[in-house]
C-alpha cells in the first residue's frame, strides 16, 4: 500500500504539470494592459535579420524606455523559419503582438486585427515613408504596414571567373548571360557559370527574377497570374540555363543561402544576391574582385525585384495605440532609424533615411535600382497559397518538367487559396 | 504481490480449477462476494487511479480531441477560427493529387526501416549477447546514437552528402564509385534512401537492446538440451530462441512502427529542399501544409488521417501478434 501511495503522489505531480502546461498553450493570463495608466508594456516581436537584430533592437528600447518611463518593452526575436508559427500561435491563443516585424501582412488585416497605420504613427512619420513602398504597404487602399526596410537584388559577378572564361562584357540580356554561363562553367573542377537557386528556401524570388524578366509578373492584389505567355518564356529559359550546363547541379533543389556560400568560395560566376551580400563576401572572402549590376532581363531593359518588411500594429485590446504610436514614432526618428537600417545593411524606407545614407557606397547601386523595383502581389489575400506553392513545385522546371505544366501546377494551387 | 499472482486473480474463471496448479484462489471468493460493493470499490479506488485519469485526459485524450475539433474548422492563416466546414477539409485532401503516393511513400517507410533495423538489430544483439574481452564497451558504443539528438545525427550525414563540401561525396569520388559529386539529397529517390539508412541507424540501440533483453531470458539449460539432442546452431536459434524472444520481438516491432511513422526530423532534413511532392510522406506533408502554406486546419485532418491509420495498423498487429499473450 506504501509504494502505491508513494507512486499516486508522483502521477499526480504529473498530472497537475501536464494540466498547468495545458494551461499555459490555451489562454492563460496576459500582461499588464496599462488600463490604470501606470505601466504599460509593449510587446515586440521581430525576426532575425543577422546576428546582430537582437542587440540592435536592444539598444532602441533602452532608449526608447529612457525616454518613456511608463512603458516597458518586452522584445521577443525569432528566425525567419518560426515566425510565422509563433504569431500564429499566439493570435489563436489571444496574445498576439502588440508590435511585429514581418513581411506579408494581408491575412492579419483581412481578419481585422490590424490598426491603420494612420492610427499609430504621427502625421510627421507617416508623410516621411517614401510613396513608393506605401502601395505594397496597404490593403483596399488602408495602409496597414510600416515599411521597415527594404532589399533590392542585383548581378553580382566574380569578376576573375568572367576573365578566366574569356568572357569581356558583363551580360545585360538573356542570351549574352546563357552565353557567358555556360563558357564559366566549361573551366570545369566543379565551377558553375550561374548559381540558380530553386530549392525551396526562397524559390519564389528567383522565379520572379525570370518571370518579371520576360515582362511577365505575379499578379496584382486582385488576381495572382502565374500562368501566362510571358512567364512560360521565363519558365522556359530557366530550362535552357540548366539543360546547358550552365548552372550548378541539381539546381531545382538548391538553396540561396548554403549557394550563396558557394560564390563567396569563389565557384560561381554569376548569381543574384541582396545587399547583405557585400558584407558576406567582405568577411568571407575579402580578395574576392566581384561588381554589382543590374539583373539581365529578355530584352535588356532595367528591373529589380524589390522586397519591403514591414512593422504592423495589433489591436488586441485596443489600449495600448498611444504606447504604440510613441515606439513607432521614437523608432523612426532618423537618428534611431538609421543606424538601425544601416547596422542591419539594408535599404531605409524613409525620406529622411535614405538622404542620411545616400553616401554609403556598398549601398549606392541599391539605391539607383529601387526606382525600377517591382514587389510581390503581398497584398493579395492568395498570395501566400502562390508563394507557398512556388516554394515547393518551381524546382521541378530544373529537374526537366514541362515547363506549361509546372506553370499550371502553381496557378492551380494559387487559386484554391 | 507478483504480477503473475495478479493476473491470476483477474483472469481467473469462476470454476475453481486451482487445485491443479497449487495456487492460493483468494480472487474467486473476493469475486463473488463483490457484485453489490462494486461501485463502492470503484470510489474507493478513485483517488489512487484519478491522477492517473487525470493525465490521460489532460495528455492523451485533450490534444486528440482539439486536433479533431480543428480538423473540422476554417482556420484562417493568421490563426484565427472561421467556423465549422464540416468535412471539407478532409475533401480539399484528398482531392490532392498527391496523395496516394504521400501514403504509398510512407508505407515503404515504416516497413523498411522497421524490418531492416529490427533484422540488423537481431544479428547485432545475437554478437553482443556472446562473452568477448570488451563486450562491455562495444554494449555502450552501440547505445552512442541513441544518446546523439536525431537531428545532429542527420545533419552529419547531410552535410556529409553536399555536393561542394561533402566528405561522404568526396570519399564516394575518391574511391571511383561515382565520377563526380553526386546531388544525393537533391534528388527525390536517393534522399529517401539515405533517409531509410539513418533512421535504421537511429533506432538500432532500442532494438537491440529490448532484444538483448529478451535472449538474457531464454535459459541455458533449454539451449543446452538442445545440443544434447544434436540440434545444429540455425535449428537451434530458429527453434530455441526465436520463439523465446516472442515478447521482446514484438515490443520492439510495435514501439518502431509508431516511431517511424510518427518520425518527422529525418526527411525533413533530407528531403526538405526537394521540389514537388515526389519525397514527402504523411508526416512531412503535415509539416508543408502547417510551415508552407500555413493551413492549420488541413494539417488537423491530415494529422486525424495519420492517427487513424496508426490505430489500425496497431489494431491489426496486436490481433495478428498478439503480443500482450503469454508463452
Excluded at chain 2, 532500442?206 to 531470458?217: K, N, Q, V
Excluded at chain 2, 540455425?234 to 515478447?247: E, F, K, M, N, S
Amino acid at each position: 500500500m506504501k509504494k502505491s501511495l508513494r507512486m499516486g503522489g508522483i502521477v499526480a505531480t504529473a498530472a497537475l504539470a501536464a494540466v498547468s502546461l495545458a494551461g499555459c498553450g490555451f489562454g492563460g493570463g496576459t500582461a499588464s494592459d496599462g488600463a490604470d495608466g501606470k505601466a504599460t508594456t509593449l510587446n515586440l516581436l521581430v525576426p532575425s535579420y543577422s546576428d546582430n537584430t537582437q542587440g540592435l533592437w536592444e539598444t532602441v528600447i533602452k532608449d526608447f524606455e529612457a525616454a518613456n518611463k511608463d512603458i516597458t518593452v518586452e522584445l521577443e526575436v525569432q528566425s525567419w523559419d518560426n515566425l510565422n508559427d509563433v504569431v500564429t500561435t499566439k493570435v489563436q491563443g489571444n496574445k498576439a503582438p502588440d508590435i511585429m516585424n514581418g513581411g506579408p501582412f494581408a491575412g492579419f488585416a483581412a481578419d481585422e486585427l490590424l490598426y491603420p497605420i494612420e492610427d499609430v504613427v504621427s502625421a510627421d512619420t507617416l508623410g516621411d515613408f517614401q510613396e513608393s513602398f506605401v502601395e505594397s504597404a496597404s490593403v483596399d487602399g488602408v495602409q496597414y504596414g510600416a515599411p521597415l526596410l527594404a532589399s533590392a537584388r542585383a548581378l553580382f559577378v566574380n569578376e576573375d571567373l568572367l576573365a578566366q572564361a574569356g568572357v569581356t562584357e558583363v551580360p545585360a540580356t538573356w542570351d549574352e548571360l546563357l552565353a557567358a554561363a555556360t563558357k564559366v562553367s566549361k573551366i570545369g573542377g566543379g565551377v558553375a557559370g550561374y548559381g540558380l537557386p530553386l530549392g525551396s528556401e526562397e524559390a519564389q524570388a528567383e522565379s520572379a527574377i525570370w518571370f518579371y524578366g520576360a515582362g511577365g509578373g505575379f499578379g496584382d492584389a486582385t488576381e495572382i497570374t502565374v500562368d501566362t505567355p510571358e512567364n512560360l518564356k521565363g519558365a522556359e529559359f530557366i530550362q535552357k540555363l540548366v539543360e546547358a550546363g550552365a548552372t550548378q547541379p541539381d539546381a531545382g533543389a538548391t538553396d540561396r543561402s548554403p549557394l550563396m556560400d558557394v560564390f563567396v568560395q569563389g565557384k560561381i560566376g554569376m548569381i543574384i544576391g541582396l545587399p547583405p551580400t557585400v558584407g558576406q563576401i567582405a568577411e568571407g572572402n575579402p580578395e574576392m574582385k566581384y561588381s554589382v549590376n543590374p539583373i539581365p532581363t529578355m530584352d535588356g531593359e532595367p528591373f529589380t525585384l524589390g522586397v519591403a518588411d514591414h512593422l504592423m500594429a495589433f489591436k488586441n485590446d485596443g489600449k495600448k495605440q498611444a504606447a504604440i504610436t510613441k515606439f513607432l514614432d521614437f523608432f523612426y526618428s532618423a537618428d534611431q532609424y538609421v543606424p538601425w537600417v544601416t547596422a542591419e545593411k539594408f535599404l531605409p524606407t524613409t525620406k529622411s533615411g535614405s538622404s542620411a545614407m545616400d553616401s554609403n557606397e556598398d549601398l549606392l547601386p541599391f539605391l539607383e535600382m529601387l526606382p525600377d523595383a517591382q514587389f510581390y502581389p503581398s497584398t493579395n489575400p492568395k498570395w501566400d497559397a502562390t508563394n507557398a506553392a512556388f516554394k515547393s513545385l518551381v524546382g521541378q522546371l530544373a529537374q526537366g518538367k514541362d515547363a506549361q505544366a509546372v506553370l499550371s501546377e502553381i496557378q492551380a494551387k494559387a487559386d484554391a487559396g | 504481490m507478483t504480477p503473475d499472482d495478479m493476473t491470476q486473480s483477474i483472469d481467473e474463471p469462476p470454476v475453481p480449477t486451482g487445485a491443479a496448479n497449487g495456487r492460493p484462489r483468494a480472487g474467486v471468493v473476493r469475486a463473488r462476494a463483490a457484485a453489490g460493493t462494486r461501485l463502492t470499490d470503484l470510489f474507493s479506488a478513485l483517488p489512487w487511479i484519478g491522477p492517473a485519469l487525470i493525465l490521460i485526459f489532460g495528455v492523451v485524450l485533450f490534444p486528440a480531441v482539439v486536433m479533431i475539433y480543428n480538423s473540422t474548422r476554417d482556420i484562417s492563416l493568421s490563426g484565427i477560427d472561421k467556423g465549422s466546414v464540416g468535412f471539407e477539409n478532409y475533401e480539399t485532401l484528398f482531392a490532392f493529387a498527391p496523395l496516394g503516393g504521400i501514403m504509398v511513400r510512407t508505407v515503404i517507410w515504416v516497413f523498411a526501416v522497421v524490418t531492416i533495423a529490427v533484422l540488423a538489430s537481431l544479428a547485432l544483439a545475437q554478437f553482443l549477447n556472446k562473452a568477448f574481452p570488451g563486450r562491455q564497451i562495444v554494449r555502450m558504443a552501440v547505445l552512442i546514437p541513441w544518446a546523439a539528438s536525431v537531428v545532429m545525427t542527420t545533419l552529419v550525414v547531410y552535410y556529409g552528402l553536399e555536393g561542394y563540401i561533402g566528405i561522404i561525396n568526396k570519399f564516394l569520388v575518391d574511391i571511383n564509385l561515382i565520377d563526380a559529386p553526386y546531388g544525393w539529397t537533391k534528388n527525390a529517390t536517393s534522399a529517401f534512401v539515405w533517409s531509410i539508412g539513418i533512421a535504421v541507424f537511429v533506432s538500432l540501440p532500442f532494438t537491440t537492446y529490448t532484444i538483448l533483453a529478451g535472449l538474457a531470458t531464454v535459459p541455458a539449460d533449454v539451449l543446452e538440451a538442445a545440443k544434447m539432442d544434436g540440434a545444429g546452431r540455425i535449428r537451434t536459434y530458429v527453434a530455441i530462441v526465436l520463439p523465446q524472444l516472442r515478447g521482446a520481438l514484438s515490443v520492439a516491432v510495435l514501439i518502431n512502427i509508431i516511431n517511424v511513422f510518427n518520425s518527422l526530423p529525418i526527411l525533413k532534413i533530407m528531403t526538405g529542399s526537394i521540389p514537388g511532392y515526389d519525397a514527402d510522406t504523411v508526416m512531412t506533408m503535415i509539416f508543408k501544409y502547417i510551415q508552407n502554406e500555413h493551413k492549420i486546419d488541413v494539417a488537423s485532418a491530415l494529422s486525424v488521417i495519420a492517427f487513424l491509420i496508426v490505430v489500425v495498423i496497431v489494431a491489426i498487429y496486436v490481433k495478428l501478434v498478439k503480443p500482450m499473450k503469454e508463452l
